[in-house]
């Protein structure tokens, strides 16, 4: 396996300091008046980076100095997350559910409602030991951020630990933080889990992750239709028509679940409702074609039928069908399934930035995508008011 120079390599690594510091400084600039929370996201980050960046520099480094950094990188998000002051859009409406579960006793919950059994259970045992609901933060963050500190230690070989942890704040932290997508999370956590096992060529272990997390998100059952990838990409197997059936079976699932499964899941699903979307959103959905092709591209640089070949193959495949899910999602309120295709976006992105084998390339890669990433969280969070009330300025328990 070639990789790239230690020259270019650095070059790599202060293109993105200097990106990452520009475009903090214009992002604190455009709101003023919120730039000490900006700064403390914006610092912290770079912190919890740096710890990442770390860990992929000891190659050959001791596993337990391994834990240390991947705990030291991740215990950052997972504080701000886990203790900040209930101010995430859904936190209302998950204080209602603990509370109703502690008075009335999960299965009675889970029989009126249809909640993830799984996420009912989790309250329903926190709830045994304490009321506050604090704690039920601190459990909910606690789960994914293991989850993903376990799949990170699996992955070490693959990617670029910091440059997972780049694009996964700027991608996934800031939503999950916005509006509080507990459950999701959680589920998300255990998808990803799952398809470091589906990289491996390990179908069976996949189903099985993929059918815990829809234990906490019964959107998780969508990624079961990946589990064919890896027999096709290790066996070089080219089945287009399969893959393009199921690239135009997105929009009529979604039509179908929307008309006919929705309404017998109660009142709490009645906003997922079918709707005419607009030109401009339409337009927005194609936002994520640039990013599939310099992917795309980019994998010819990993040599050929190589076992990291393979990987990004697999990646880039599920990653594929996000821009079908968005266009789906106009249509019906299923947009938030983009967040599993996405995944693989952040997996693929930290394992072509270790593995390719040209260095002018990874270093453009690495630029565009610092760029993109902080495109995506001033577009998705701080210019949506409802998103931008909770993040900024931060508030939370312990400062």
Known sequence: MHSVSPKDEKMRIVLFVAVYFLSSVLLSSIFAQYSSSIT??????????????INDSHKKAHYKNSLLFTLLYLLIPFIIFAYRASTGLDDPSYQRMFYSIIQG???????????????VL??????????????????????????IGRALCKMKKSVNCSAFIYVFYMFFYYHMLS?????????????????????????KKYIIYVIAAAFFHYSALFMLLFSYLSEVVKKNVKKKS??????????????????????LMGNRH???????????????????????????YGIKYIDFDSEESNKAKILNSIFCFSVMIEISGLFIDFGRLIFYTNICMVIEYALLTKHIRNGKYNIMLTSLITAYGFLNLYVTQFLVK??????????GVLF
């Open 105 to 119: 006793g999960g299965a009675r919950y889970f029989s009126d409602t249809f909640v993830e059994p799984g996420y």
């Open 270 to 296: 009645g906003s997922y409702t079918l709707h005419v979307p607009n030109i401009s959103d339409l337009i927005g959905c194609l936002t994520k074609l640039p990013t599939i092709l310099l992917f795309s």
């Open 386 to 395: 409802t998103h931008a009330t909770t993040l900024l300025p931060y508030r």
């Open 242 to 263: 399969w893959t393009i059936f199921i690239y135009l079976m997105i929009p009529v699932a979604f039509i179908i679940i929307g008309r006919y499964i929705i309404p």
């Open 122 to 147: 989790l309250l329903s045992i926190i709830g045994k030991f304490t009321n506050d609901y604090i704690n039920v933060q601190i459990v909910t963050a606690l789960i994914p951020f293991a989850i």
């Open 40 to 53: 403390l996201y914006m610092v912290l980050e770079f912190f919890s980076i740096t710890f990442a960046f």
């Open 179 to 203: 509006v509080n997508l507990s459950r999701m999370f959680i589920a998300i956590a255990i998808v990803l889990l799952g398809i470091t096992y589906l990289m491996e060529g390990d179908k």
